[in-house]
């Protein structure tokens, strides 16, 4: 561990990938910006965050850049990376990523998480290799830290850095998000026993941990009762001699940006050329990841129960979804694109006519400015998760929303739905009860639309992203006193565990 005099606290960001990607091409080293993920939300926020404790706040951002980068070159990247992005890289070989991030994460916590657990695989390698990405990145922070700084880790890739880095760095503060679910514990058990302890021992090495909702806290909280046999009170954990807060911290969008986006001259003109594509019929947006999660086979069928039944509507209605590639190149993603490539034909097959597609589908990423534009343009955004941990893309349609109308469809699985109640809140597993919505949504009239979208707008602009950022820190810095008496590991978790088989 480094030490020295650091003229304020400096906030050490930690997440599997950083803000940027590195590209090798004909032994030339090139740094191309990241889209998505929670790496560029974070970066504009931190650049512009307000003085916390400190007159100076300063911070560095430590993760995978993307590739394997030679041994002649990691010198030079790392340099570049300290001093044009303000990071630090960890470096590791293309083998050592792909059974990390798409062995463990991606093949085992995200189905799990998520609720899929016949998606779930439970291989010792993907484990092992978990683990041994985790103490790399432990090793390559231990290069860095200083004795001020504050860890603030990121996602269900790294849940088993806190207590690694805990052991080594016993008096820096450390906190952690989960960007995603936390499950109920009858799913967490189905992890191997020596697993699931160690996930929860390595994320108690933190001194405060949040989740984006109360339910997920209480889930998590639940776990570690049962399985390591520490009780809380108000969300506090006595874990050695710490205190562990627990506490929920929904994230938010940056609204001012996405609001100003779309009420720009150029937003405006965007939106118009974007709306004279689609004549006079009615918008209905979906765009997400190619993800199972997402709900998107659901989301299309419940389309087409409404086709069915509101003829009315033929000629007059066209969805457009925009599905987002990710994790390419995984068996369970390729199946799912050529099931929802197959739905959409068939449904334009059987609504279809000569002037009027009822599917207008696009299988790419889209720049930024042209999704504030496909907000802006849109009657109804239809956002149906099976589970997401918050959903951004709901808050976001919110915020684009200049003139106040429009309608969010939104799944009551969604982290989002617990903030955005004035939404049509629907069972995304339920194709009748999402046609009903469309239906309502498309007949809604303005006035209605108006006086929803003004109360969560209203709701957005108070509880930005900056809002969830700062108070997590605040949180993790000052925090409140715990209380009085915070439950130990105890007899009472022997007492009741005594006739029970371990965990």
Sequence with gaps: MKTGNNPGRRIIIVSNRLPFTVEQENGEVRFKESAGGVATGLKSLLESMPPLLTPKPDYLWVGWPGGAISERQRSEVQS???????SHCVFLSEEDFENFYQGFCNKTIWPLFHYFPSNASYDENYWLQYKKVNEAFGESLLEVVEQDDILWIHDYHLMLLPDLLRKKLPKVRIGFFLHIPFPQLEIFRLLPAKWRREILEGLLGADLIGFHTHDYMEYFLRCVQRILGYKHKIGHLAVGDRTVKVGAFPMGVDFKKFHAAARSLEGRKAKE?????????????????QDYSKGIIHRLQGFEAMLERNPQWHGKVTLLMIVVPSRIGIQDYEEMKKQIEELVGKINGKFGAIHWAPINYHYRSVP????VSLYAMS??????????????????????????????????MAGAAKELGEAIIVNPNHREEIAEALKAALEMPCKEQIRRNRTMQNRLKRFDVAHWATGFIRELVVGRRPPRRVLRRTSEFRRENSHAPSL
């Design 80 to 86: 570049r990376a300290r001093s044009e992005f303000r």
């Design 273 to 289: 050329e974007l709306r004279k594509t689609f004549a006079e019929t009615k918008i209905i947006l979906s765009v997400d990841r």
């Design 368 to 371: 930024f400015d042209t999704l």
């Design 379 to 412: 009657d109804v955004a239809l956002v149906t998760p099976l589970r997401d941990g918050m959903n951004l893309v709901a808050k976001e349609y919110v915020a684009s929303r200049t003139d106040r109308t429009g309608v969010l469809i939104l799944s009551e």
